[in-house]
């Protein structure tokens, strides 16, 4: 049988939609001090004090927005990847700051996290019917 795709799971849940999609808005929103982060790291060759403490900023915010979804115990064509980019995101933080060896950057999952975020935009009803489905949006 084939999976439920995200657009029928916000169909049927669209209270819980709006939320998952406020959740997938910050964390996109916390990409660029996350990017920022990671390039101090790496530049910096350690890390000083204002930048580290950026760091666990940002980490507790990725670290709050997981512990969120998981609380929600989402149906999986959701949460399960909202879940793993935000532990992605959450984990190239963690070893920026944790130092040699940092990451280039967030790479591939920061896109993959902003394409999700858009795809649940998308699934957003005008007069009943998907905002992807009307002409003109």
């Not at 999952?109 to 949006?137: H, I, M, Y």
Request: charged residues 25%.
């Amino acid at each position: 049988m084939p999976a439920r795709s995200v657009a029928e799971w916000a169909r049927a849940a669209p209270a819980v939609r709006g939320v998952v999609l406020a959740l997938a808005e910050h964390a996109v929103a916390l990409q660029p001090a996350a990017e920022a982060v990671i390039q101090w790291c790496r530049l910096d060759g350690g890390t000083e004090p204002a930048h580290a403490e950026e760091g666990r900023r940002v980490e507790r915010a990725y670290q709050d927005l997981a512990g969120q979804v998981q609380a929600m115990a989402l149906d999986p064509v959701v949460g399960e990847p909202l879940a793993l980019l935000l532990e992605q995101h959450l984990e190239l933080v963690r070893r920026a700051v944790g130092g040699p060896g940092s990451p280039e950057g967030l790479g591939r999952a920061a896109g993959e996290l902003v394409s999700l975020r858009d795809l649940l935009r998308r699934t957003a009803t005008v007069q009943g019917r998907l905002v992807a489905d009307v002409p003109g949006l």
